[in-house]
């Protein structure tokens, strides 16, 4: 031993130059998976939600009344032709980001579906339908009346949904894990009285055409890759048959439903 201590081993320079790199490599990759990370993170407190369903439904009010925020004044009469994003937050830190598809059958829809059902697959589907009762539209989303029967609207509610489903099953055979599906029977506020029957026609194994195409769904989906929540809701209320006060608690059952499918309660 020396007098002034123990010795040390000397690593050659190639050692350090080795040990350098290991570090570096170490950097970088830790660097390049940051982002993942974080963008994981994000989803789970912040998952994305698609809001589908043919144009004159709603998805736009009720995608405004779940982010709690203010319509705009003539969304009901003319929707819109893009992808609409929203965002719901809480106080813990919690909430979704909506992603509202546009109903008319044009490029900006199909590029919609393939952007929310392929290129970034969502992790819910809320997939609105009227019971028929969606506000009739021009051609395009332009301004102006137009008229038609309840039982056009939905025999186009059920062609739009044979679409939707198709694009929802293939996303779930795909995914990892389950993917969760909530058909929203909105304009509860027009068929109050029917509601419990309303509600079951569009749910799996009633019979109805929609139930059909719904039991369909899941056995292609498969059953335990797809979960399906069938809730009424309303965007309006103060009607002779649904109050204000009854419109809001659907839609809070409906936003708590959410919540309790994405684990954040």
């Known amino acids: 031993m020396s007098p002034s201590g123990p010795s040390r081993p000397v690593l050659p320079k190639p050692g350090l130059a080795a040990l350098s790199a290991t570090v570096a490599t170490g950097v970088l990759g830790a660097l390049a998976a940051a982002p993942e990370r974080v963008n994981r993170a994000l989803r789970r407190r912040y998952p994305t939600v698609a809001v589908t369903g043919m144009t004159g439904v709603g998805k736009t009010q009720l995608a405004d009344r779940l982010a709690r925020r203010s319509p705009a004044a003539d969304a009901a009469e003319v929707g819109s032709a893009v992808l609409e994003r929203r965002t719901r937050r809480s106080r813990r830190l919690h909430g979704f980001r909506f992603l ?15 952007e929310v059902f392929h290129d970034e697959p969502v992790d819910g589907v809320i997939h609105v339908v009227a019971n028929g009762y969606a506000t009739p539209r021009r051609a395009g989303g332009t301004t102006g009346s137009a008229t038609a029967s309840r039982a056009d609207q939905l025999a186009a509610e059920l062609e739009d949904w044979t679409i939707t489903a198709h694009r929802i099953a293939s996303m779930a055979v795909r995914r990892p894990k389950p993917v969760w599906l909530v ?20 749910s ?8 059909d195409k719904v039991d369909e769904l899941r056995a292609l989906a498969g059953g335990a890759r797809l979960s399906v929540d069938v809730l ?3 965007s309006v209320g103060d009607s002779a048959q649904l109050t204000t006060k009854q419109a809001n608690a659907l839609v809070d059952r409906l936003a708590t439903r959410l919540a309790q499918l994405s684990g954040h309660v």
Do not use: H, M, Q
């Open 100 to 114: 509202v598809v546009p109903g008319d059958n044009a490029a900006t829809r199909l590029g919609a579906l393939d």
């Open 183 to 202: 058909i929203a029977v909105t304009k509860a506020d027009l068929f109050a009285e029917d509601l419990d029957e309303v509600v079951r026609s569009y």
């Open 204 to 211: 799996p194994g009633s019979g109805s055409p929609f139930g």
């Open 232 to 234: 009424p809701v309303s």
